[in-house]
């Protein structure tokens, strides 16, 4: 079992930049996709960000390509997700998730540890 906490969002202005950061428990981490979802109020969970169980591989949502970044650090059981350029549609909860696959991209089915979510809010 793996139990993942999210951390690092906050209120920030347009053109800021948050780190967000998911700590997971349990010593299969490192064997474990990650990926980055968020929730818009009155809107669907989508995909934002995803990497590979070593790291060599990621992907992300069109609307942050170039903006964010998502990397890992299995010696600390850690994923990140570092946020630049923030836009006020970028407001959400975000959710880590890991997958037990060497890597499930935006496959939001192949995700089966879920985080509880930090809220990132972007003021114009």
């Known amino acids: 079992q793996v139990q993942l906490v999210e951390s690092g969002g906050g209120l920030v202005q347009t053109g800021d930049s948050l780190r967000l950061s998911c700590v997971a428990s349990?010593?299969?981490?490192?064997?474990?996709?990650m990926g980055w979802f968020r929730q818009a109020p009155g809107k669907e969970r989508e995909f934002v960000a995803a990497?590979?169980?070593?790291?060599?591989?990621?992907s992300y949502a069109d609307s942050v390509k170039g903006r964010f970044t998502s990397s890992r650090a299995n010696v600390k059981n850690t994923l990140y997700l570092q946020m630049n350029s923030l836009k006020p549609e970028d407001t959400a909860v975000y959710y880590c998730?890991?997958?037990?696959?060497?890597?499930?991209?935006?496959?939001?089915?192949?995700?089966?540890?879920w985080g509880q979510g930090t809220q990132v809010t972007v003021s114009s």
């Open positions: 349990g010593r299969t981490f490192g064997s474990y996709a």
């Open positions: 998730a890991g997958s037990p696959r060497h890597y499930s991209g935006s496959d939001y089915g192949e995700y089966m540890h």
């Open positions: 990497i590979s169980w070593s790291g060599d591989t990621t």
